[in-house]
């Protein structure tokens, strides 16, 4: 946007205050939805930028706001972009620089006043006394300058004036450009990486890959992007990897929902990676499917650089992965787990193990393996309290029993409510959350955290405490904040939200997740 003429200002809501002044102005405010609990933030923020400024356009887009878009109309956005969202922004911004939200019949302005056009998101829109020889600006011109919420108002436009020209949900093969991330929070400020017994590491992160190629049942990525998925051009990935070095990281995060949806394409990239940067490290994000069937790749990931695989395992139960359409079974996780070992390479597994189908049993079975396959430091102690999320267009409500046994969809918390059938398991799920959160508090380590929850889990089912054994393992690098996205939002992240909303001075926000 910036390199087509806008004024753009952005805030990451995670890392930085919105400023006010800036939302007053704005002609455009566009929000990103990338996760759940962003879009839950986003829900509670946009009645008050609606009150700080009634002239502003929004707009949401990201993976969220498609499948959110009736509750978010109902919150007054205009404009809802999902999938390759880029272009639709662009043509947003320069229709509405070109007056197309501003100018017509309907608009009702103070005697004398006239809309200045002026192009782009976040840019500042003033108004400009008549001109020469027509009628003479107002006396309380300078005030109104000052107050420039109350220069205008609104009148209700009709549905043909108000109907949306950009594609809700867009497919579109774009030309990528390098990632701007002018105005946004120092890189020290982000998640950084924790090496045990080495400090930690300043992270960077960039994106090969766009979409997805699976259809994994409760994955958000699948009711935008279908299966298709898009190649970011290597030398766009390197430049910003390069421009993301110079500010000092160590470490780069890659991003795409799974690295290997293009194979041949995403070990080129690795080798000229490391080629250009030896001394950086990065991680990336497989999935066990594709881990077993490219295995003959792995030797190669370890070799350039790569510290750690993150794997949305989910479950260890086949009944429970095949529900989701995960595309891999226990055996395969097993299988995955034991070859890494074998390689001296790290695998962070991440799971969803409170679903509608857990049982007691299976839960102890999940701890059970994770200690059997020494990984336990591999495995952030929130993952062992995640709640199953089945936003609207999940494809888990393609299952008629799923449609049985939710409840009706929950327009304030954005999703379809369910309980287990076993409310120990509810139980459970807060208690090992609490837990979790109270040992990020305390620093413990994962391995005391494991025990305590191993304990928790025994008591929930009724069970006589047995040792827990295990194995010394190597202390294995970690980002400072555990990744995931198919999840309901934990207390902690819901208690953020609501002080957030609550808050004396609302553009003051602070979001669990990604948010911007």
């Given at each position: ?9 952005c ?6 205050e919105l400023?006010a002044?800036?939302v ?24 008050s ?43 947003l ?16 302005f ?5 809309p ?22 107002p ?20 549905a ?18 390098v ?62 990897v390069?421009q ?22 995403a ?35 370890r ?17 429970i992965l ?5 595309g ?7 299988y ?6 074998e ?6 597994p ?9 049982t007691?049993g ?6 059970r ?6 990984l336990?430091?591999?495995v ?19 299952l ?17 409510p ?9 139980a ?8 979790a ?21 025994h008591?929930?089912?009724?069970q ?17 904040e555990p ?34």
């Open positions: 946007m910036r390199g087509r003429g806008h004024a753009v200002v805030f990451d809501l995670t890392r930085q400023d002044a800036a007053r102005s704005a002609e455009l405010i566009a929000i990103y939805l990338p996760m759940h609990t962003a879009t839950r933030l986003a829900c509670k923020l946009i009645p930028l609606r009150a700080q400024n009634p002239l502003a356009h929004l707009c949401c887009y990201g993976l969220y706001a498609p499948m959110n878009a009736e509750y978010l109309r109902s919150l007054g956005v205009g404009t809802i972009l999902g999938g390759e969202f880029e272009g639709g922004l662009v043509r911004a320069e229709r509405l620089g070109a007056g197309g939200e501003l100018k017509g019949k309907n608009k009702i103070p005697q004398g006043l006239k200045l056009k002026v192009g782009g998101l976040m840019s500042e829109l003033k108004l400009r006394p008549p001109s020469a020889g027509k009628s003479a600006p006396a309380d011109w300078d005030a109104l300058k000052r107050a420039p919420t109350t220069l205008a108002v609104r009148s209700r436009l009709s043909e004036e108000t109907r949306q020209e950009e594609p809700i949900i867009s497919m579109e093969r774009l030309k990528f450009e990632p701007d991330r002018a105005g946004l929070a120092p890189i020290a400020k982000y998640a950084h990486l924790v090496v045990p017994g080495d400090g930690f590491r300043l992270v960077g992160s960039t994106e090969a890959s766009r979409g997805c190629k699976h259809l994994c049942r409760h994955c958000p990525i699948v009711p935008v992007y279908n299966g298709v998925f898009r190649i970011v051009e290597r030398n766009v990935v390197l430049t910003d390069r993301q070095v110079a500010a000092g990281a160590q470490h780069i995060s890659f991003g795409d929902p799974d690295f290997f949806n293009g194979i041949r394409h070990i080129e990239l690795v080798e000229a990676f490391h080629q250009e940067f030896p001394g950086v490290t990065y991680d990336v994000t497989i999935k066990i499917e594709h881990l077993r069937k490219q295995e003959q790749h792995l030797a190669r990931l070799d350039t650089g790569c510290l750690f695989v993150i794997s949305a395992v989910e479950s260890v139960d086949d009944g095949e529900r989701l359409d995960k891999h079974t226990r055996e395969d996780f097993l995955v787990a034991r070859k890494f070992r390689l001296g390479m790290t695998l962070h991440t799971f969803v193990p409170f679903t509608p189908w857990t007691l299976g839960y102890l079975d999940l701890l393996v994770l200690a059997a396959e020494e336990i430091e591999n952030a102690p929130i993952q062992l309290g995640i709640r199953l999320l089945i936003p609207e267009g999940s494809r888990l409500l393609e008629e029993h799923v449609r049985r046994m939710v409840g009706a969809f929950d327009a304030e918390s954005l999703v379809y369910w309980g287990n059938a076993d409310a120990r398991l509810d459970l799920s807060e208690t090992v959350q609490s837990i959160a109270e040992a990020d508090r305390k620093k413990e380590s994962r391995t005391a955290t494991f025990a305590r929850i191993w304990e928790a889990a008591v929930a089912a009724g006589v405490v047995p040792e827990l054994r295990v194995r010394e393992s190597r202390a294995v690098p970690f980002l400072s990744w995931y996205c198919c999840a309901e939002p934990t207390r902690d992240q819901l208690v953020a939200i609501g002080g957030a909303a609550a808050a004396r001075e609302p553009e003051r926000v602070v979001a669990a997740d990604g948010f911007v």
